[in-house]
């Protein structure tokens, strides 16, 4: 993983020389933590442009930019290419390397190929090539789009980089939000996927940019999915299941190829476990890093990375997290540094709990500047099919209750139709619009192609590479993405349901792993009061700080008064206020986001400043005695107005669902607001009083009853009975009767 920042202008007086240095010098600092190893500078009038870079292949002598034999063509990546080896034999005879680096391979292959040479590569990548001769700027993007390039042109040329932080250092960057992109991240699929900022843009995925004298940004595509769907010959599932298995192995092999130490961050997951098991036999020494939180607890998902840490004879390294802890923590500075870090106006707790994991992982390994991680895994083999919590009975039910509304949804917000017009869509017309059927998983993949350049594999870069780490993705060579959108659809039902194409891979390298083990989102699971908890005590912290530093400025763009009233609704707890919580992250997220973008000589320093480490390590003992750990209970966190007399009812525009799973002896209970699911918990037998305690508040209506008859009526402490009731107050179910 490296930086690359440039800008281009064939008008002899666009800038100076020194104009031109000292914007190099601000770029290459705004990027630093992608590359702390080296920084080298090229400057020739016409193309400026700075290399930051991580040493992980070929140490020594891997320096970039690389020029080929007679001075005419240059290249920079950030990313590897994993056949590289393959290439290099292949191009040997008519080439002279001067380098073992992966990266010089592109520059071979565009003497080759030309333009063409970036179907040939595996790997995750955005190069920068300059053909001198043609007076020609290429810059090209990974096919899944793992790896970022920005871009932007201006009156005198094009300005490029992998960060928008680098991008901001040119003078003629634009820096105003672009509000119309800032939405529903389930239902960000558009393929131009958004920079926030009005004229900048990031490069496609699968494609390249060609730059010439003329002026002119030409964007070509390379690879899409739509080309792999087309079902292969015929075959049974073992066979699907077996190429894939032997495609996963190949991918994460060739993933592990390094010149500096491995890590893995293993959950204790599906996905992550057959990466640990892959490498772990192949010889490799390799470090695996894994979160101690509530939420993984509970799940089961912690003690699992142990225990197969433990069956692979592999150096585990479990994080303490607990979100009390980081939430008192946390100050405006680090959300600052959020925002920026993330280069996004928007807030997700996940994006913080993985930066602390980089950082923790960087604390335990310092010499680590590469790891593989699960993500990919789910989106084209139906990961997201049969997960804790979705209580679906079948594939056609998955088919039938998320895909088909998922791609209406995202047809819609796609093409702009508004939300009104819903119902009266016709499915032919929606079909024609997604270029495939409504209920073919084959049409989502195409999607997932894009949502996963808004989300995961945003946040995995940005997170990683802020600690200068490199994160892998086998789960998403193009081979594998490639097979699987190429399976049949009448195979699909067997294959896809419950990710079983994965879990047969997985038991072949790990027969002892539970077959049963349910899909567990990272830090998604209904038990989510910890990042509710999160969330709710970070926005009551920061706020009167960022009001005073943010809502004051002359160039404030939110009204303070409004806001400070949704401040209040929060302190007081008032109506829906996890939600109100949760909307004034987003209003400071907004206001850092476009106040970094507004004042650029904020960012280099942000960049710079010193970040602790907030999580410690896991004692022997403590992961010897995973249920001796001890997390905060959310009731002696958040301010309470519980008291004995007081009196708890069901809002009166809820109805409530309840479901027993006897396999697993917890209570499902469905709170349906208007016929639309609102919240969906899932009870532990220990506590099914909760509700029988809702079923008999339903019955109460409007009237409710008060703490210290339900406490007495169903036996449970008061304390305890606090607890849950905060909980349930925190998710809908109840409400506090106003006294009068």
């Known amino acids: 993983m490296c930086g690359i920042s440039g800008f281009i202008s064939y ?64 290249v920079a990546v950030n990313g590897e290419i994993y056949n590289h080896q393959d290439l290099r034999e292949a191009l040997a005879e008519a080439h002279t390397f001067s380098t073992k680096s992966d990266s010089e391979v592109v520059l071979h292959l565009y003497e080759e190929y030309g333009e063409d040479c970036f179907a040939h590569l595996n790997g995750m990548f955005a190069v920068v090539l300059w053909d001198k001769n043609k007076q020609k700027l290429i810059l090209a993007r990974d096919r899944l789009g793992i790896k970022p390039l920005y871009y932007t042109q201006t009156e005198n040329g094009l300005v490029f980089a992998s960060e928008l932080k680098a991008l901001l250092m040119h003078p003629e960057c634009p820096g105003e939000l672009n509000w119309s992109d800032i939405s529903d991240v389930g239902l960000q699929q558009k393929e131009d996927v958004s920079s926030y900022i009005m004229g900048v843009n990031h490069l496609r995925a699968g494609a390249y940019l060609s730059f010439t004298s003329e002026g002119k940004a030409a964007i070509h595509k390379y690879w899409s999915i739509a080309d792999h769907t087309e079902d292969r010959p015929d075959g049974d599932e073992r066979t699907y299941c077996d190429a894939y298995s032997a495609l996963i192995d190949d991918a994460t092999t060739r993933q592990l190829m390094s010149d500096v130490p491995v890590g893995l961050f293993l959950s204790g997951g599906i996905d992550s476990s057959i990466l640990a098991a892959i490498a772990a036999k192949s010889g490799h020494t390799l470090h695996c890093f894994t979160v101690a939180e509530r939420t993984t607890v ?35 500075d680090d959300l600052e540094r959020m925002v920026l870090m993330i280069e996004s106006p928007r807030f997700d707790p996940e994006w913080l709990f993985k930066y602390e994991l980089h950082k923790f992982a960087k604390q335990q390994v310092p010499e680590l500047k590469v790891v593989l991680i699960g993500q990919g895994a789910d989106e084209f083999a139906g990961g997201y099919s049969n997960m804790m919590g979705a209580e679906r009975k079948d594939w056609d039910d998955y088919i039938h209750s998320y895909v088909e509304p998922s791609l209406v949804k995202s047809v819609e917000a796609i093409n702009g139709i508004p939300e009104r017009f819903d119902k009266y869509i016709e499915r032919d017309y929606i079909e024609q619009l997604a270029d495939g059927r409504a209920d073919s998983y084959k049409t989502l993949m195409k999607m997932q192609v894009n949502q996963l350049q808004y989300f995961n594999l945003w946040h995995e870069d940005r997170t990683s590479s802020y600690n200068s780490l490199e994160a892998r993705v086998p789960y998403l060579d193009h081979r594998v993405v490639e097979y699987l959108a190429s399976i049949p659809e009448v195979c699909h039902k067997e294959l896809f349901w419950d990710k079983k194409i994965v879990r047969e891979a997985l038991h072949k390298h790990v027969p002892s792993y539970p077959k049963d083990k349910e899909k567990v989102p990272f830090f998604a699971v209904e038990d989510d009061s910890s990042v509710i908890e999160l969330v709710y005590l970070i926005a009551l912290k920061l706020y009167p700080d960022f009001r005073e530093k943010y809502l004051h400025a002359d160039e404030t763009i939110f009204d303070w008064q409004h806001v400070n009233a949704l401040y209040h609704t929060i302190v007081e707890k008032k109506g829906n206020f996890i939600d109100a919580a949760w909307q004034l992250m987003e209003i400071m997220s907004v206001s850092i986001f476009n106040d970094l973008c507004s004042h650029r000589e904020r960012v280099v320093a942000i960049v710079e400043a010193h970040d602790d480490a907030v ?81 008999h508040l339903l019955a109460k209506k409007q009237d409710g009853d008060s703490i210290a008859n339900l406490s007495e009526n169903f036996g449970v402490a008061p304390q305890r009975f606090a607890q849950i009731s905060e909980f349930l107050k925190s998710k809908g179910f109840i409400e506090l009767v106003p006294q009068h």
Not at 316 to 327: E, K, R, S, V
């Open 615 to 695: 999580i410690r390590a896991l004692s022997d003992s403590e992961m010897e005695d995973v249920a001796s750990l001890r997390f905060a209970e959310v009731s002696h966190l958040l301010p309470t107005e519980w008291a004995m007399q007081s009196v708890i009812r069901v809002p009166a525009e809820v109805q409530l669902v309840k479901r027993l799973n006897e396999s697993e002896q917890r209570h499902t209970i469905i709170l349906l607001d208007g016929g639309q699911i609102r919240q969906t918990l899932r009870i532990p037998d220990d506590d099914a009083w909760a509700v029988d305690m809702l079923t």
């Open 298 to 332: 509970a799940t089961g998902d912690l003690q699992q990375a142990i225990s197969l840490c433990r069956e692979l004879d592999v150096p585990l390294y479990a994080g303490y997290m607990d979100a009390a802890d980081i939430a008192q923590r946390f100050e405006l």
């Open 11 to 74: 008008s002899a007086d666009a800038m100076s020389e020194d104009a031109r240095q000292e914007v190099l010098g601000l770029m290459s600092r705004a990027i630093a933590r992608r590359g702390p190893d080296d920084a080298q500078f090229y400057d020739d009038g016409v193309l400026s442009l700075v290399f930051r870079r991580l040493s992980i292949i070929d140490v020594e002598g891997g320096r970039q930019p690389i020029w080929n034999e007679d001075g005419t063509v240059m």
